[in-house]
């Protein structure tokens, strides 16, 4: 029997993960004693593995696939496929960005005031890399963690940390002096295991699920009924994956709409559907989207 080996990453990207994968169909559980948490597919076999080594294990085959941030793709350099972008977090469904950080009352202005000088990351290939293609000549130390204290305690000049929204960088009395990398989840498999056919239709597979479930968390489905006269006017207002979807009902003079709409405009465009005749107006959340 065919058994897949998945990676999960272990820390703050494993709830996030393990929900997404609930949503896209799979059950993970995981357990306090050992990092093979269970799944509900007979076929796949699960490990919790650090996002910052996943590419490693996965480049090398001890895992066939794996979910890690592009950033540790390129501080590692492994040579894996990427089989798809999945935009969500530990926190939200938005990308994360390494930036350069200095103290509030720092006189650098861009990385080029960085010469001579001791940078702080946990993301040190990368940052040397960056630095040096651009002719910088900075010293790259690697940090442990509370990454952001080294500046303010005089450690380090600058250090290049992880943030979503930068407010915790702002809270501690910091400043960004620019963005090094957008990074996000990236699903990524073994490219040998890519050139087995049966592998490869596996791993397509719960991308496909992994994407379509992704996609349907930005998105809810309305649905309301609407007199004939006023049919046009409504449908007018609904933007759609593609046209919305008009049935007719018992009485043949109304009409049911149905259309998957962005859920940040449902504010404002179930008052406008409301005057523009619709009746019986429903919302309800989707799982997937194919």
């Known amino acids: 029997m065919l058994q897949l080996k998945l990676g999960i990453p272990k820390g703050s990207l494993e709830n996030a993960t393990i929900e997404l994968f609930a949503q896209a169909g799979w059950r993970i559980r995981p357990h306090s004693r050992n990092y093979y948490p269970e799944i509900d597919d ?5 490990a919790l ?4 080594e996943m590419a490693r294990y996965v480049e090398r085959g001890t895992l066939d696939l794996g979910l890690t941030g592009l950033d540790w793709i390129l501080e590692t350099n492994a040579q894996v496929e990427q089989i798809c972008t999945l935009t969500y977090s530990k926190a939200s ?9 200095v103290p509030q009352d720092s006189p650098v202005r861009s990385a080029q005031d960085l010469a001579g000088k001791k940078i702080a990351t946990e993301l040190v290939g990368f940052t040397s890399r960056y630095l040096a293609e651009r002719g910088i000549d900075a010293e790259v130390e690697f940090s442990w963690g509370a990454t952001e204290a080294k500046v303010v305690e005089g ?12 407010s915790t960088i702002r809270a501690h009395g910091l400043r960004i002096v620019e963005d090094l990398l957008i990074t996000d989840t990236r699903l990524i498999a073994n490219p040998e295991a890519m050139q087995d056919p049966q592998r490869r239709a596996r791993i397509e597979q719960i991308a496909l699920m992994l994407q379509a479930a992704l996609d349907a ?11 004939a006269d006023n049919l046009d006017a409504v449908v007018d207002l609904l933007p759609g994956l593609h046209a919305p979807t008009v049935s007719h009902l018992y009485d043949r003079r109304w009409l049911a709409v149905e259309s998957v709409v962005d859920a940040g405009a449902v504010r404002e465009l179930i008052p406008r559907l409301r005057a523009a005749g619709a009746e019986g107006i429903l919302e309800y959340e989707l799982r997937k989207i194919v």
């Open 155 to 166: 450690l380090a000049d600058a250090v290049v940390e992880i943030t979503e929204t930068g």
């Open 217 to 227: 968390r930005n998105k809810v489905a309305l649905k309301c009924n609407v007199a």
């Open 42 to 46: 007979p076929n796949i076999h699960c």
């Open 93 to 101: 469904n938005r990308p994360s960005r390494w930036v350069l950080v």
């Open 49 to 52: 593995v650090r996002a910052q």
